[in-house]
């Protein structure tokens, strides 16, 4: 399978406890993107790494979410410290810098519940 | 700031009709792209159709088709002959270019259910 990879598929949780979820880029691709998407909404933007730097990220990201790609291959989305509010489909994204305006290939997403 | 709006919430058609969706975008940059992705009950965003602002032809690629008209900012697409295996929800795209990464600011999603 040469698609974007993410694990867990699913994720139920208890509100203060910290979870890791994983995304696995296509192989060649330099650039991930991670978004969120709330149950009727569109996803949007939290953060991205071109290579291991990671070049921006979202006010969206409060310092309770941290990720990290290290090498520049995988990547690992954390939140500390889980409230209700973060209950949402964690979707992982990879494209290549090598041609302008290239799409966006996306995993299944992770889908977090916080009880 | 840009911005990406989808003013219908849902289609309902039967099959073998054509769906329009329609978007309209809102961005201070001269050069960006537009993307339209279909989002099935799994999960998985599908890529289906990518447009850069210095191309206003409209094109054609199997059902789809889009509309990109730059004096109005609207970006819109259409499935023919809908097939009930297009039912999903639809996302409208936009993206800065290069300096920004190419992050997607999407719009709220088109839901489309095709009855057979």
């Known amino acids: 399978d040469t698609g974007v990879s993410q694990d867990p598929r699913h994720k139920i949780t208890k509100r203060g406890q910290n979870v890791t979820f994983r995304c696995d880029p296509i192989s060649e691709h330099n650039r991930l993107y991670w978004y969120r998407q709330t149950l009727g909404q569109g996803p949007e933007f939290l953060t991205y790494?071109?290579?291991?730097?990671?070049?921006?990220k979202s006010r969206l990201l409060s310092d309770r979410f941290s990720a990290e790609r290290p090498k520049g291959s995988f990547s690992t989305l954390e939140i500390q410290r889980t409230e209700q509010g973060d209950s949402a489909m964690y979707l992982c994204a990879s494209s290549t810098r090598d041609r302008d305006g290239t799409e966006a290939f996306f995993g299944q997403g992770t889908r977090l519940t916080v009880v | 700031a840009q911005k990406v709006t989808q003013a219908q919430t849902e289609i309902s058609v039967v099959e073998k009709e054509d769906v329009t969706l329609d978007c309209v975008y809102e961005?201070?940059?001269?050069?960006?792209?537009l993307f339209w992705y279909k989002q099935p009950p799994s999960g998985e965003l599908v890529f289906l159709i990518r447009r850069n602002s210095f191309d206003e032809q409209n094109e054609i690629s199997g059902r789809y088709s889009w509309n990109f008209q730059k004096s109005t900012s609207s970006f819109n697409f259409t499935i023919t002959a809908s097939q009930v295996v297009d039912s999903a929800v639809y996302f409208c795209a936009l993206s800065e270019m290069e300096a920004a990464g190419n992050k997607l600011t999407f719009g709220g999603g088109t839901r489309v259910l095709v009855k057979p």
């Open positions: 961005t201070r940059d001269t050069t960006y792209y």
């Open positions: 790494f071109q290579n291991e730097a990671q070049l921006e």
